[in-house]
């Protein structure tokens, strides 16, 4: 922090467990991510390589190297890895993580049909050399899965050995764990939070009214994925309540009350 403020939040430092943030790269230019590392580094967890965009992203190798010097995991999007499996080419896709110097993976499912035993053989398989993150939920509209579907495949996945699960949103924000509208379906999030730990799970929030929300209902240091290289230093000002959607998050009861803006009668 550049500078001293009271009630502020604390914030788990990096490396962290909680409090993740996770950053959507669809094709940055080398360029581009030095200005984000230079811009909000400090702030940025992992860096996923968004669906397919590796495979025609130029100067891949020297992009995955500068994220990894700045103390970023960075992973290929779980759409690839399915791509890879729909060909029947995982251990491809696996010379393919060794050849990019990559220790991070995504497993997923949100594109093609795979058995919950198949999943959870692909993440333990990753997870004896990778940190893995396994992501729940169909990146199809008009898909629903029960919530007692969603903790048991959340629990299944954790249990075979994947460090988080993220639940799917998509880089727009409205399937998944969210309504077409973009608003959570608070129902299956709180069914979820009953049965697993929230450090555990990465929410996917690419919308800022999505991080708000996530923010109110559990703190600062909430996981949050799917951000734009835009909204990093965004996010974070959400985080710490220095933006009018969270002001008085943290702000003492009694304070927040008398300073809370209310309609006057020459306002109305």
Known sequence: MNYTLSHIPERSTKPREDGLTMVMDKGLAIRQAEDLIAASGHLIDLVKLGFGTSFVTP??????????????RVYLGGTLFEAFVARGAFKDYVKLLDKLGLDTAEVSDGSITMSADEKCKFISTLAKHRTVLSEVGSKESGILISPAKWVRMMRSELDAGSWKVIAEARESGNVGIYRPSGHAHTALVSRILAKIPAKDILWEA????QQV????QLGANTNLGNIAPDDVIPLETLRLGLRGDTFFQYLPEDVATKLRQVPTETSK
């Open 59 to 72: 100067n891949l190798k020297e992009k995955i190297a500068l994220y990894q010097k700045a103390g970023m």
């Open 206 to 209: 690419p919308q800022k009214s």
């Open 213 to 216: 929300w996530f923010i109110k």
